[in-house]
């Protein structure tokens, strides 16, 4: 082989490398979530209304089957990120549409709601303290974080229902159930929270990809003074 035809093929596969390395930075940089901002223009001693959704399958991005929390903004909109940023000691009354079915937990004890305000839930309506996810639909995601003792296990929705939401952003017209809870932020830090039922689905033991992605299945309470 000459040495212009070696030279070629080196620099052909160059530009194969370099090509494979800019798409996967791309693909970094458009999953990266934004943040939500409930704390700029906080009027103090006024609870945080923050209202989540969870998704079966989000439906669109880089990863469309995946299973998500969203939140909704000031303005209403949907937003695909796990990122909020909140005032500290603040009270948080948190809405979770619950649009994804479930099943029984490996471990009855992230059925237990912990570390709310009165140490309570509300599901559809009604107080719960605890979810037996052996009976009914079983347990989709909790929201849960670690660092304040705080778990709330979310209850799933019926499989078979003829209007499951299969694209985010769900809304009512799809199945659902809605739990409501209030949290007092604490002083100013970062506080990892995350879901804790195994629901990668396709992942080893459930564990991987969404499980392990910010802006899916983790986030961060950014709290600030
Ligand atoms: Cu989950």
Redesign the pocket.
């Known amino acids: 082989m000459s040495r212009a035809a070696r030279l070629a093929i080196f620099l052909s596969l160059l530009g194969v490398a370099l090509g494979l390395i800019i798409l996967v930075v791309a693909d970094f940089l458009r999953s990266s979530p934004g943040r939500i901002d409930f704390a700029t223009g906080h009027q103090s001693g006024q609870p945080v209304q923050l209202h989540v959704q969870?998704v079966g399958a989000i439906g669109y991005g880089v990863h469309p089957t995946w299973?998500s929390y969203l939140v909704q903004d000031a303005h209403g909109k949907w937003v695909h990120t796990t990122l909020w940023q909140l005032p500290a000691h603040t009270e948080i009354d948190v809405t979770i549409d619950q649009y994804d079915s479930g099943s029984a937990l490996r471990n009855q004890q992230i059925g237990l709601v912990t570390g709310t305000n009165g140490g309570t839930a509300s599901l559809n309506g009604n107080p719960v303290s605890v979810i037996d996810s052996n009976s009914g639909n079983g347990v989709?995601?909790?929201f849960s974080i670690p660092s304040l003792g705080i778990n709330v296990p979310l209850a799933g929705v019926d499989p078979n229902a003829p209007n499951v939401c299969s694209q985010a952003p769900c809304d009512a017209k799809s199945v659902r159930n809605e739990v409501k809870f209030s949290f007092t932020t604490p002083g100013p830090g970062e506080y990892p929270w995350q879901?804790f039922?195994p629901?990668g689905l396709g992942f080893l033991y459930g564990n991987g990809g969404?499980?392990q992605a910010v802006g899916y299945?983790d986030g961060f309470l950014q709290v600030v003074s």
Do not use: K, R
């Open positions: 969870t299973v989709g995601h909790t879901c039922v629901c969404p499980m299945m």
